[in-house]
Each structure stands twice: as C-alpha cells, then as structure tokens.
C-alpha cells in the first residue's frame, strides 16, 4: 500500500488560540489582584488584643490554604484574592512566620482525593512544619463533614497540635469548644453543595429534552464558542481534524497518524507536543465532528433521584461541514 505523505502548515504554537484567549483573561484579572496588593495604601490597621501571654502566641509557623471549584473567569479573580490576602496577613504580622500557601484551583471541595495541594498541606502539618492554618471559610476548606472533622481532629491530636483559623466563621478550632460549631456549619456547607448538584443535574437533564446541546469547547478541538455563547468552528484547528481523518482516510492506523501530528509538531488542544493514539481514535470516533451531538453518554447513579434520566438523547446540529 503507498501512503502519499501530506503536511500540515499551521503555526508553530504551544497552545491554541481560545486556550490563549482563556489564560490571558484569567492573567489579567490576577495581574490585577496583584496590583492591588503591591500598591501602597494608607491604611491604618488595629491590632487584635490576644487573651493570655504575648508569648503564646509568638513565632507561629503559619501557612494558609485557598480553593476555588472551577476555572470560570470569575473564580481566578477570587482565587488570586485569596493568595494574596493571605500572604499579606501573613508576611505582615510580625508573631508570625510564612510558611506556605497551599491551593487547588479548579476542584471540587466535596472530597480530599484529588485535591493535591491540600493533601501536601497535611503532610507538611504531619511533618512539623506548620503551627497554624489559615482559610476563607468552611467551604473553602472542605465541603464533606466527615472529612472537615476528621481532618481536624488528626490535626488537633499532632504533637505539637495544628489549628485551623476559618476566617468567614471567625472560627479556630484549637479553641475546646469549636468542633459543635464545626460541625454544624460544615453540614450545611455539604447540604449547599448537594443542593447545587442536583439543581445542575436537574436543569442538564431538562436541556437534554428540548434538545438544547450542552458541552463545552474548551478540551474540543476544532469548536469554540463566541461571546454570546454559540458554537462556532475555530478555523486553525478545524484544519487540523480535516487533516487528521484525511489521514485517516488514506489508510493510516490511529497510532501512525499521531506520530505524523507528533512530527509535525502540531499540538494538541491541550499544548502538548506529543500526540497518542488514544487521543486521535476519540477524534475520529467523536460524532461532533459529523454534526451530532449525543448527550447522557454517561451519567453516576442518579436513577433514584431522577428516574427519567435513562435514555440517551441524541441533537442533530450542524457545527462542520
């Protein structure tokens, strides 16, 4: 079989335009958190009056830890806020000593499991190396009960113990009789949380019966979508998933058209340079490239709640002729 070898002339670029477009706009709006913080104000600050010994409370290690769910826009303005409130509470009392400032961005607080920063947070606090942990609030921190007070709990029973300050609350739970407090106000950060998740749940499924298409672009080569909201075809990178199935076509296998993408140095919606087979047999198998989109391909145990939810429903929409 002759394969007649094909190019693909694009632009040299680690990443895509929108994904440009995206981190440019989260850029900016924590260049201007920074700018904030970095500018002098006249700001008179009043010291809080500790109870007991001014020794007690001298040298403390302090770390803090920030979170926010999603990568929206909105969120990267709130997520730089908290690291740079934080650091200069921090670097500016003079009993305390910096130690960190622990985050996951994007992730959701319902579960320790994937959060990485938090997770190095506890084992530095397992470690000996903070005294004190600074937060937002109870959400911020966690969203599982069962988890906030185990998690507290281990950190109150280290040697030498480990608070956590909750700044919303005004809560410290070194303090004996914190944990009722915490406890309460950490169950309805959960119920907040399940509440959320099933309204969300609940309107996707809703759109999936008038036939609303509901996906997002941002791992999608070849779409995007315009301020208003409504997909359109990113001409740069649609090239590239003509150039893939046309590959495809002539008779390459999935793994000898990732290494021609690789050779290329054409990169992937996410920047990388290396492409996987993997990765071109979920383009090729995509029905949104023949203008279908089938929603509900998978959904978690959600019979119970909403017994309608069985069926796939499947939207003809034309995105790429």
């Known amino acids: 079989m002759i394969i007649i070898e094909k190019r693909l002339k694009i632009q040299e670029t680690k990443?895509?335009?929108?994904?440009?477009?995206?981190?440019?706009?989260?850029?900016?709006?924590?260049?201007?958190?920074?700018?904030?913080?970095?500018?002098?104000?006249?700001?008179?600050?009043?010291?809080?009056?500790?109870?007991g010994s001014a020794a007690a409370h001298r040298h403390l290690r302090v770390a803090a830890y920030c979170r926010v769910s999603t990568y929206e826009d909105a969120q990267a303005g709130s997520f730089e806020l908290q690291i740079q409130h934080f650091k200069e509470q921090i670097t500016k009392n003079q009993d305390w000593q910096f130690v960190n400032v622990y985050s996951d961005e994007g992730v959701s607080g319902t579960s320790i499991r994937k959060r990485f920063g938090f997770q190095h947070m506890i084992a530095d606090c397992e470690a000996g190396k903070i005294d004190l942990i600074l937060t937002k609030s109870i959400s911020r921190f966690t969203r599982n009960t069962l988890d906030c007070l185990d998690v507290v709990r281990k950190l109150?029973?280290?040697?030498?113990?480990?608070g956590v300050c909750f700044e919303t609350e005004n809560l410290n739970t070194i303090e004996t009789n914190s944990e009722l407090i915490l406890g309460v106000i950490s169950l309805v950060a959960q119920g907040e949380s399940e509440q959320k998740s099933a309204a969300i749940t609940w309107s996707f499924i809703e759109r999936c019966k008038k036939g609303i298409a509901v996906f997002s672009t941002y791992n999608l080569l070849g779409y995007d979508k315009d301020r208003f909201g409504k997909i359109i075809i990113a001409d740069d990178e649609a090239e590239v998933v003509r150039y893939i199935y046309s590959l495809y076509l002539d008779g390459l296998s999935v793994r000898e058209v990732a290494q021609q993408l690789t050779?290329?140095?054409?990169?992937?919606?996410?920047?990388?340079?290396?492409?996987?087979?993997?990765?071109?047999?979920?383009?090729?198998?995509?029905?949104?490239?023949?203008?279908?989109?089938?929603?509900?391909?998978?959904?978690?145990?959600?019979?119970?709640k909403f017994p309608n939810c069985n069926n796939k429903l499947n939207t003809r929409r034309t995105f790429m002729q």
């Not at 109150?156 to 480990?162: C, E």
Request: glycine residues 6%.
């Open 263 to 304: 050779e290329q140095q054409i990169p992937t919606i996410r920047g990388n340079v290396v492409w996987s087979g993997s990765t071109v047999r979920n383009i090729l198998r995509n029905e949104k490239y023949c203008g279908d989109v089938l929603m509900q391909k998978t959904f978690p145990n959600c019979n119970n």
């Open 156 to 162: 109150k029973g280290l040697n030498p113990p480990v």
């Open 15 to 51: 990443k895509w335009k929108k994904g440009r477009r995206t981190e440019r706009h989260r850029e900016e709006e924590k260049k201007r958190i920074r700018k904030g913080f970095s500018e002098n104000q006249t700001v008179e600050i009043i010291p809080a009056k500790y109870k």
